[in-house]
């Protein structure tokens, strides 16, 4: 009579909607460095690009130090922040002296250098005030998503609920190991009088569900289904000087025509005179053809209305007097 499937699919389903809630809370840069590259696209604005590029990789090693176990071996004090380069000597001690009047604002500050130099490269000319409203905007929802993952980790799954589902699975099968013993040993043919067969996949089952819900519980540990922080990290580093270095200062490619344009160039000259003979499209890609022709099967109507209060002779043609209903 325990409502088992109820319990632990309450617990895991809650449980893996807060787990991918987490992850989505790894806010990464390219967004806003995007918007930085049309606010300060001029190659006297690249040390301010790559400085708050650098800075935004840096609230994020303060941050995740902080609620993820990787990124805390990884960097056990802010000297070892130094040495990746995220950090210089003379920001680390403008952040020790932040530090200590306001502790817990260490990882805020390097977001609000940011705002500061964008406020000095536009004030000396090198910035467009046209898109300073959206990069703020794409700033704040880099700030939230921190303070986002930071609530997530104060505020866990009640411990009580955790121990509730524990009692529940253990308790159910230690009933099912008295409750399911067959006791008729005139039927030598009962499976179950020798091995519970059934018994045994239930509990794989209910406890490999709930093991699941225990796992995804803390998702920045040391275990292998754990989010590689690390990984993004560094995949996030290097994106981000990719973007304010190497792509902004490379002119994008000159026009080429390509296969699309050559067939809507087709189609434009067949559509001005109409005298010409219709050609088969141009437009192939490997073995696919993309004109209509080459559609197998094409997709059908889904229904067919009939108009009704007409005379019956002028529907012999059943093709001709049907109507989609969509």
């Known amino acids: 009579m325990i409502p088992l499937?109820?319990?632990?699919?309450?617990?895991?389903?809650?449980?893996?909607?807060?787990?991918?809630?987490?992850?989505?809370?790894?806010?990464?840069?390219?967004?806003?460095?995007?918007?930085?590259?049309?606010?300060?696209?001029?190659?006297?604005?690249?040390?301010?690009?790559?400085?708050?590029?650098?800075?935004?990789?840096?609230?994020?090693?303060?941050?995740?130090?902080?609620?993820?176990?990787?990124?805390?071996?990884?960097?056990?004090?802010?000297?070892?922040?130094?040495?990746?380069?995220?950090?210089t000597e003379k920001e680390y001690e403008k952040l020790q002296d932040i530090n200590e009047p306001s502790p817990g604002i260490r990882w805020l500050t390097p977001l609000h250098w940011v705002q500061q130099l964008i406020d000095a490269e536009i004030a000396a000319g090198r910035g467009s005030v046209n898109y300073v409203s959206v990069a703020m905007n794409e700033l704040k929802a880099f700030r939230i998503s921190f303070r986002r993952l930071y609530c997530h980790d104060w505020v866990c799954v009640p411990l009580v609920y955790t121990q509730v589902a524990a009692l529940a699975t253990y308790s159910y099968f230690f009933f099912c190991l008295f409750g399911r013993q067959d006791l008729n040993h005139d039927d030598f043919y009962s499976l179950d009088a020798f091995f519970p067969l059934f018994t045994v996949v239930q509990f794989l089952f209910f406890v490999g569900w709930f093991k699941v819900g225990q796992d995804l519980m803390r998702p920045f540990g040391l275990d292998d289904d754990d989010f590689e922080l690390s990984y993004i990290l560094d995949r996030n580093i290097v994106t981000?000087?990719?973007?304010?270095?190497?792509?902004?200062?490379?002119?994008?490619?000159?026009?080429?025509?390509?296969?699309?344009?050559?067939?809507?160039?087709?189609?434009?000259?067949?559509?001005?005179?109409?005298?010409?003979?219709?050609?088969?499209?141009?437009?192939?890609w490997g073995r696919i053809d993309l004109s209509r022709n080459a559609h197998k099967h094409p997709p059908k109507l889904h229904t067919y209305l009939e108009m009704k209060n007409q005379d019956p002779e002028e529907y012999k043609n059943r093709k001709n007097n049907k109507f989609i209903a969509w």
């Not at 590259?37 to 708050?52: D, F, G, W």
Request: include cysteine; glycine fraction near 2%; charge should be neutral.
């Open 5 to 87: 499937t109820f319990l632990l699919g309450f617990y895991v389903s809650n449980v893996v909607s807060r787990w991918w809630r987490q992850f989505e809370c790894l806010k990464w840069p390219e967004d806003f460095l995007s918007i930085l590259c049309l606010l300060l696209p001029s190659k006297e604005s690249r040390p301010a690009r790559h400085q708050i590029a650098r800075y935004l990789n840096l609230t994020s090693a303060l941050a995740w130090r902080d609620v993820s176990t990787k990124i805390r071996l990884r960097f056990p004090s802010l000297t070892n922040i130094i040495d990746a380069g995220l950090l």
């Open 240 to 284: 981000s000087f990719t973007i304010v270095d190497s792509l902004q200062d490379d002119d994008p490619p000159k026009f080429e025509e390509d296969v699309f344009w050559k067939h809507h160039s087709e189609q434009q000259q067949m559509h001005q005179n109409m005298y010409l003979p219709k050609v088969q499209t141009s437009l192939k």
